[in-house]
Structure formats: C-alpha cells, structure tokens
C-alpha cells in the first residue's frame, strides 16, 4: 500500500481550517497527542487531553480557535476539531478493498440484478431475486437470502447473513457476524404447549446505517422491522421483531430492543440497555449505559438507571435493605406520625 | 413463488373455527388490523388493538367469541385468536426451502449417515460419524463437527456452527451464527496462573427446541450440557457449561445462564437476565426482564429486579442514598428507639 | 479414536501425585463423582460434592489430603486437585485435530508467510501479507484479513473473522463466530448528523489468550486495542475500540467494556457486568456479576452492584421507594431534627 502523504495545506483545503504555522509541512500519519510521531497529524477534542498540547512530538495538531495559542507546533484552526479530524483520518486509513468483480466461486441465484462495480468476495452465497447496486462490496463468506435488495456503495465484511427479504439502503456498512432478517420470537403459548408463529415481514434499513459486529436484527412478525436512515449500531445489539428506530438515532454496544418498541429520532442508547417491548421513545431521549427502559418516555431528556458498584462489603448491607425499603418507608411515615401526636398530645398536656 | 390464495371456507376448518360472513371471501396474505387490506386476513388477540375491529379493511378478522359482533368484516372465531392466527400465517409464508439434494460443494468427512431427503447449502463442511436425519435443510456455510447427530426434519440457518459431539432432536430450527459446543470456560487458578480446564462433556438437545441468531451453547465439562424438548431460546443467549433448561422453557433475547445452573420446566426467563451458575429454579417460574437471579427460585411465581429508568437528575440523587441505604435504615431504627424512650420516659416522668 | 487407557501410575507421575490404593488400576475415562463408571477418574474439588465421596463408583478420585480418608475407592493425592484434574483431562478429551496441510479451498493472498507445520480447513480465506506460525490450526470457513500476524499453537474454530491488522501471539485460542478488528463505534455528530470516524488502529493479543464464542474485539481508533498475555475472555464479550485489558484477567461472558477502558491484571470480571469507557480499574479487582462499573476503582476488593430478584409483589413495592429514596432521607432528617428539638424543648421547658 502506498504511503499516502499530504501538506497542510491540501488538508487545510479538506476540512476549511485556519493554518497556524508551516503549510508545506508534510504530513504522513495520524497519532494521538501522546504518541503522535514527528510527520504525523494530531488532534484535541476532548480537553482533558489539552495538557498533551505542549509536549506533543505531532507536526501538526487539529485544534479550535481557543487552543490555538497553547499549541507549541503547526495547528490546523477548525470550529469542530473532532468531525474534522474525521474527515481526514479517512485519507490514512489503511482499509482494504475487494478486488474488483466477482470472484468465481460467488453462488449467485436467478434473477439478480448485481451492478458491474459491484465486488463480492469469496464463498458468498446470494438468492434468488436480489438486487445489488453499484459499487457495493459484499467480501467472502457472506449469504444474501431471496428477494433482498442492496443499495449503492454499501460494503458487507465477511460472513454477514441476510435471510429473504431484507433491504438495505445506501451507504450500508454492515459488520462481521450480523445476522438480519432471522425469525422474530413469536411463539404462541397452546395447551402448555409452543406453536412457532411464522414471521412474515421483512427488514427495511434506511440509507447510511452503520451495523456493528454480531448484532442480529430479527425481522417483522407481519409488518417489517425498520431501521431508519443515518442509524448507528454498535456491536452485539439485538434488536427483535417490528422495532422501529427513527433516523439519526446511534445505540451502543450489547443494547437489548424488545419486539414492536419505537425509538424515536436523535437517541442516545447507553451501551448494554435494554428497552422494554411495545413502549415508545421520544425523539431526543438519551438514555445512559445499563438502564431498564420498562415504559415509554415521553419528553426528551436524559434518563438513567441501576445503581453502580461498590464496596462489596457494604454493597451487601445496603442490598439487604434494598428488601426491606418499602417497610423500611412505612416505618419512618409511622415514626413520623407518632411524633407529631406526641408533640401535639405534649402540646395539649400543656394546654 | 405463486400466489397463496384461500377461502375462508378452507381456512376456517384449517383451526376449527365458526365463519360470521362470506365463506366464499378470498384470502390472500396476512396483514395487521391497522395496515391490512381488502383480501387479507387479520386477527385479534391483543385487546388493545379492538379499537381497530371497527375500521379495518382486511376481508376477515380471526377473533374470539367476544369480540364476533363489534367486527364489522368476515370473522373466523376460535377460541385462542393467537394460536389460530399461528397456524394460518404458515400458510402464508414466504420461507424459502433449499433445493433438493447435497450442493456439490458440500465437504463430508468419513462414516457419515445423510438421509436422503437431507438438503445441504453450498461451503457446508461436514465432519466424521455425523447423522443428518430426513428431510433436515442444513442451509449455506454450516460447520457439523465430528460425531454430530441430527434429528428429521430440522432446519439450520446459514453459518450455524456445531462443534463435535453435538445432538440435536427432530424439528430443531437453528438460526445463523449460533455455535454451539464452544468449548465451556474452564480454568483453574494455579499460582496466579491459569490453567485450561478440557471441556470432555457434549451438548443434548431434545426435539422441538429452537435457537435463535447468534446464541451460544457450550459444552459441558464433563457431563453434558442439557436443552430439553420444545425450549424455545431467542437471539444472542449465551449458555454456559453443564446447563440443564427443562422441556417448555422460554428464553428471551440476551440472556446469560452461567455453568451448571438449572431451569425448570415451563419456566418464562425476560430479556437480558442473567442466570447465576450452580443454582436451581424450579418449573413453572417466571422472572421478569433485566433480572439478576443470584439465588435459587424455589417456588413457581413472578421474580423481578432492577430499577426502572427515571429522570437522570432524579436518579443521580436516589442513587447517592442507595450507597447510604444501610446507615439510613439504622439511622431509622436508632430515632425510633429514641424517640420511644423519649415518650416512656415523659410518661414515666408524669408519674 | 482410539481408547485412552493409563495406570494410575502413569496419571499420578503427571501430577505429582501420592497414590492411595491400586498403583496399576487402569483409568478409561473421566466421570464426575455422582455419574462415573468403574474404570474411569473423578476429582474433588468444590467441598459441596465431599459428601459423593462414599458412594462414587468412580476407580480413582483426584483429592487433596485432608479428603484422602474418607476416599472409598483408590485416591491421587495432590495439593489442588482442580488444577490436577485439568492436566489429566487432556489426555481423555476427544477434541479433534484439523488433518495437516492446506485444504485446496482455501484461499491464500500476496506475500503470505505460512508455517509448513500449520494446518488450514476448508472455504477459509486469508488476505495479503498473512503470517502464521507453526502448527497453528485455522479450521473452515475462517476469514484472515490482511496484514494479521498469528503466532504459533494457535486454534481458531470454524468462521473465526479477523479484520487486517490483527495479531495474536503463540497458544490463541479463538472460538467459532468471534471478530476481531471490527471498526470502533466511531462516530462524530455533526450538525444533527453523524460524520464516521475511521478507525486507523489495529488490535495486538498476546500469548496464551482464549477467546469465547461471538466474543467481539473492535480495532483502535488510533493506537490499537490490546489484550494482554494470558487473558481469558468467554462467550458473547464485546470489546469496544483501545480497550486495555492486563494480564491474566479473566472476564466471564456477556460483559461488555466500553471504549478505552482499562482493565488491571488479575482482575476477575463477572459475567454480564459492564464497565464504562476512559475509566481505569487497577489490578487484582474482582467484579461480581452484572455490576455496572461506572467509574474508576483505584482498590484492589471486591465490587458489586445491583439488587438480585425478589417475589415480584414485594418487588414492585420496593422499587417505587426507590423512585421516592432521596425524599425518604430528607423526611428521616427532618424527622430527627424535628425530635431532637423537642426534647431539647422539652428539656428547656422543664429547666
């Protein structure tokens, strides 16, 4: 792989920045402040790195306007030094691409409409009726069911299964291990007895979703389950049967969504939180990593749950009481009720 | 793929039920009570979806008893709506079935016993001594290791993994990327190192059982790791070593069973609880979402933990007190008994 | 496969071990002390099971000293039976190896570097620049990205993925659906909307590591995530981006670690647990069960969180109080202060 190389004045174009300092200065890496090597760019976005400014071997730091003088070499000036940063990290990523083409042991099914730029790795394994758009890259060992239907320039990392009838959007990045479109856990009790009910929707993702490794989205019971355009999954989420995440909206990682729950628009899901069935999100809600979400939240805002470590020792008495804390409740209401009588009963005594 | 199309005639002696309307009405696919249309089939089990009953377009509506004359369309009624609907919806179905036969790219290993109705996906790779039984569609990418045994009529996903020494009973329906055999975590400490732990036992799984994305199964220690018939497991469970999870038993997604721990029968387990290792729950229990079961359950009944979402501000000072909960609840005790000597001593003092 | 048959002899010069009883009985197999035949070994070692001790039909038990006397049958003496049955066991384990060489399936890019000693399966594809070492084991349908580097001894079960730029050192072992190298959950907002950060990093895992089935390891987003030296991960972990975790930490399944957390040595992580991003826990701490770890713990103890199930009648009861907890002290305060008065008061009145 050639060494990709830029001045700061090619990457000052890139993202509209201010240059402080030399603008031929060449730039060949990305570090982090404290390990940023001499020919590397850096950047400070969050400030409890801004002590790493002065000591800092990077040639060039990505900074905004009011860093700018503590920075002791070349700073790229920006208003959002992170989203910038970004940009260009994107023009030093070493991330391969597909050959181009088909490799010739793609098992393709009849009746696909697979764009020319299209690429498809190794051993993948593509229905019947499916359509793929240009310049998606779809790497080995992948299995793209009946009936689905890919957007331009997505890109599948190997071994993500797509049962019939699921659609993806543009821009789709799509990590190892994902399953989409497998059965949604409907089962119906009979008797004592278990009769699967079949799962007849489908999947509908929208455009620039990003899903991460292992996560599994389960697909419509009847109607679809639907991801919105610009949602962002991490890894080992599982989002059950007729979900509904609005656009924007980013969960993080071993998030638990249960069946027919709608998360709105611009959410925030803490990682390893799990969202009761048939409730309802709000637009603009953040909720914060572990909680229980059991009703619906009706006004954005941040929402939190669960209690966080301590001391085992003194974890164990305080759990104790968490048994007793509804008794515990009713004691004092009591206790204060008996006060109050005594002073009153006191009061009248005096009377 | 043709066309389903049915009378309600055919589909009312499907599950035994009463037709109010046109027996004649055609049926040709499945829709929700909100979104069907003219020629679908709807049902009603959820009562509160009844408000729909009145404004629904589909052209029949399974329902029981009571809700036969607020339906303003054809009605199918039965008894159990849920259950009726179940069955109809297989009808319905638009599952693709593998073709027939071993894809030529199918691996086999030696001494194996395939049914001839078996169907085998494409990259499959099959070890020694496996039994596939009739009709079992083992789908694309699927890894049977040594000594596998398969029941009839089963149905693996795309990249189901089986390590060696696996059983599965008939009727198993295993979704994608679920492994099951890895090895169970087994380590011994010695002198502040670890020692792996061989994991000899292997996995049983009854008939009826099914598995949903990416759920693991390990094998056990020595003994087996036991799934009984009919349990039913969503996505991304995680079942540790020498688990033993009796006949009826459903588990939602997210789940975490640690070694040796047994469930009962019948048992209902919520979304993302975790099971502590080498614990009992008896049958018939039911533990709510989220919980965190640390001891055995005893006696059939609802088992919950956790503390639901509030507002972050409000919760950040509620859990400032739990960490105090101990020393408030002695706090407690201690005004009481001051207070109660206060007042016995006032009345000793009016002596 | 051959039986493994040895004397008692023979396994107690592998352990070190005192022979109580027939130094020339020939082992078979290995069962536990309630279900082993004749013929095969069985261990003690959680003080529970002492009481099979007399009634095991097992012709030898693993034990430590203070047991060897109630033993009923022959006995191998040793200090810690747990980490002596675990070298014994190995020779009964019927885990197979890959046949030698290259499966002609398999799938090898530019200026790779492979063992002649290692051994690929069937279907796994492996990019440019690979390094493989001895006798490592990379079974079917696994994914090597480009530029990996794995050490030798090393085991990956089927549909292992790694992304490029991925190493593990000597003695992995890596079982079936994990990811490694996946992207970090890198995402900048940017007016309402997500711009993805590019992850530049890689991952680096050193020797004697374990990894559980659809664990999952994200690539660092600059620097690389690390996994140290004898680090045992189970099932279902997720591993977000710079995570650090210290040698000899074992972590039990489902836990998630958010990103650029770091985790001591010898820490022991209880299954389900979460631990928040940038926080630092120091060495030798152990985390019980599903606890959320939301900041640093600078002490080496014992930590939990969470409050386990109760009946849910009394549980609902309970956790309304919680909702009402920080009023619930604000009214034993007031209470206090409100009896601490009068008997001051009272005290003055009757000065």
């Known amino acids: 792989m050639p060494l990709t190389k830029r001045t700061l004045k090619e990457l ?19 570090g982090t402040l404290q390990a940023a090597l001499p020919g590397q760019l850096s950047f400070l976005s969050n400030k409890k790195y801004r002590k790493h400014l002065h000591t800092t071997r990077a040639s060039a730091v990505i900074l905004s306007p ?7 070499t070349n700073a790229l000036i920006v208003k959002d030094p992170y989203f910038a940063y970004a940009k260009i990290a994107a023009l030093f990523s070493k991330e391969p691409s597909l050959p181009k083409g088909i490799h010739p042991s793609v098992i393709i099914g009849l009746n696909c409409h697979i764009a020319d730029s ?17 310049n998606t890259q779809i790497d ?10 890919l957007g331009d320039n997505c890109r599948l990392w190997p071994k993500v299964t797509l049962y019939y009838d699921v659609q993806l959007g543009h821009r789709a990045i799509i990590h190892s291990g994902v399953v989409i479109g497998s059965d949604g856990f409907g089962i119906a009790p009979y008797q004592g007895k278990w009769q699967k009910v079949p799962q007849l929707g489908g999947v509908r993702i929208g455009n620039d979703v990003e899903i991460g490794a292992n996560t599994t989205i389960d697909r419509g019971a009847i109607d679809h389950t639907v991801i919105e355009d610009s949602v962002k999954l991490d890894n080992q989420i599982q989002i059950a049967h007729n979900v509904y995440i609005g656009a924007y909206t ?19 899901i803490g990682g390893a939180s799990n969202i009761n069935g ?7 809600v953040i909720v914060t ?3 229980m979400v059991t009703n619906s939240i009706k006004e954005p805002g941040i929402y939190s749950s669960g209690t966080g470590v301590m001391e085992n020792r003194n974890w164990q008495k305080n759990v104790v009481r968490f048994r007793q804390l509804d ?8 206790l204060e009720e008996e006060l109050h009588d005594h002073i009153k009963n006191g009061e009248s005594n005096n009377d």
């Open 66 to 72: 009011e860093d700018a003088q503590t920075c002791a």
């Open 250 to 268: 980013a969960i993080a990682g071993c998030v638990g969504v249960a069946g027919s729950a709608t998360i709105g628009k611009h959410c925030l």
């Open 118 to 134: 299209a690429r498809i790795g190794p051993y993948t394994v593509i229905g019947d009726n499916v359509v793929i758009g240009k």
């Open 12 to 30: 000052a174009q890139l993202i509209d920045a201010e240059i402080l300092g030399d603008e031929m200065c060449s730039i060949e890496g990305i």
């Open 278 to 284: 048939h409730i309802t999100i709000t637009d603009g």
């Open 289 to 291: 990593g572990m909680s």
């Open 140 to 149: 080995a060992g992948c299995h793209i069911g009946n009936d689905c239907k």
């Open 327 to 334: 008794k515990i409740a009713r004691q004092l209401n009591c």
